[in-house]
């Protein structure tokens, strides 16, 4: 049948994970590569939107994870563990549920947008959460994998990465090779490094004829590899990259310089923005930390910065659903027309005439 089979078994071959592992699957990947109008003609350049929210737990975490939890069963584990500001840990225990291993999930207070929560706590993870940030959550996974007997799960374990680096081959697949500019957002920088391994390989295999210039966009308030130094306290309303020191920093560094790309930073007001701009122009729904790529591209185009001409990717990380309390936040009393159940009255009401 031609039902699409989940990243492991579509690209197998150009995975590094031990032979004979069994994929635990939800069909991920095949994402959309949505082509944007907008953003097209600011730019002057073929715009194209790598929609990840589409994944099956909403987010490219899903990529990742189906390689991460298939090769954890495959090895013996029955509890698996991750650090997470929402995305990883829903994505981790849907994927635990598939496999039948018990997730375990860190993470930080107050601080998790009510959808990833509600993911976790339905697909049956033990969630505890941590009065401090993603970094301290982070630190406590690992301790907990290196001592008792849980298998870690963040993109520290190498194979994440082979797992999302498949949104790459996916692009250069249906554009026929790589853009030009390749634009994401920036957190703890698994993704970035996963799409440069990609990006790379297929480059080295001669299924493109050329690599992408990397832009990674983090919020200002949690920017360490704008800055080149940890954010102690890290702060954002885009709480999915709300990370102050990322743990493949080193990789999404090289990244930046084997690409000749660079790191900036955008504000929440830019990144809301760009969300209700993506929303209301693209039809696409993304959680803030999703926007932040958008945010930074039309930035660069007010810095001076040409587009013109080329093929830019942008990848939207993660599903608006995921947390609608903040996307609505700056909309109050957008919705606030009631009338009777009366046909000319809601014509009145909606300025029909
Ligand atoms: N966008 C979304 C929606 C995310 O959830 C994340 C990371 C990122 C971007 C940044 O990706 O960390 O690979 O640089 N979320 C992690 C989590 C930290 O726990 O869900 P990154």
Redesign the pocket.
């Known amino acids: 049948n031609h039902q699409w089979h989940g990243v492991v078994e579509e690209y197998r071959d150009l995975l590094d994970i031990p032979a004979g592992v069994e994929a635990v699957t939800l069909r991920e990947g095949g994402t959309p590569l949505v082509h944007s109008g907008w953003l097209s003609r600011l730019t002057g350049a073929d715009v194209h939107l790598k929609v990840e929210g589409d994944n099956p737990t909403g987010?490219?975490?899903d990529r990742g994870m189906t390689a991460a939890i298939s090769v954890a069963r495959h090895e013996g584990a029955e509890a698996v563990v991750?650090?997470?500001?929402?995305?990883?840990?829903a994505s981790m225990a849907a994927y635990a549920a598939k496999a039948g291993l018990k997730p375990l999930v860190l993470v930080p207070e107050g601080k998790i947008a009510a959808g990833k929560m509600a993911q976790a706590i339905v697909h049956g993870a033990r969630i505890i959460m941590v009065r401090g940030n993603?970094d301290h959550c982070l630190q406590m996974a690992r301790g907990l994998s290196e001592d008792y007997p849980v298998a870690l799960v963040n993109?520290v374990n190498p194979v994440r990465l082979e797992g999302q680096k498949t949104a790459a081959f996916e692009i250069v697949d249906f554009l026929g090779d790589a853009p030009d500019v390749h634009v994401l957002?920036?957190?703890?920088?698994?993704?970035?490094s996963?799409y440069w391994l990609g990006y790379r390989q297929y480059a080295d295999l001669g299924r493109a004829t050329r690599r992408p210039v990397m832009r990674g966009f983090q919020a200002e308030g949690a920017a360490p590899l704008v800055t080149g130094e940890p954010f102690p306290d890290p702060e954002t309303k885009a709480t999915?990259?709300r990370?102050g020191n990322?743990a493949?920093w080193q990789l999404a560094v090289a990244a930046r310089d084997e690409s000749g790309g660079r790191f900036a930073a955008v504000s929440d007001d830019q990144i809301l923005a760009a969300q209700r701009d993506l929303a209301s122009r693209d039809g696409v729904f993304v959680?803030p930390?999703?926007a932040?790529g958008v945010a930074g591209l039309l930035q660069e185009l007010e810095q001076g910065e040409s587009y013109a001409g080329l093929t830019v990717v942008v990848t939207v990380?993660?599903h608006g659903l995921?947390d609608t309390a903040t996307a609505l936040e700056g909309l109050g009393g957008v919705v606030d027309t009631v009338v009777d159940p009366n046909v000319d009255e809601a014509a009145r009401a909606a300025g029909l005439g």
Do not use: D, L, Q, R
């Open positions: 987010s490219f975490k991750c650090a997470s500001t929402g995305n990883t840990s993603f993109s957002p920036v957190g703890n920088a698994g993704n970035i996963a999915a990259i990370i990322p493949s959680e930390a999703s932040a990380t993660g995921k």
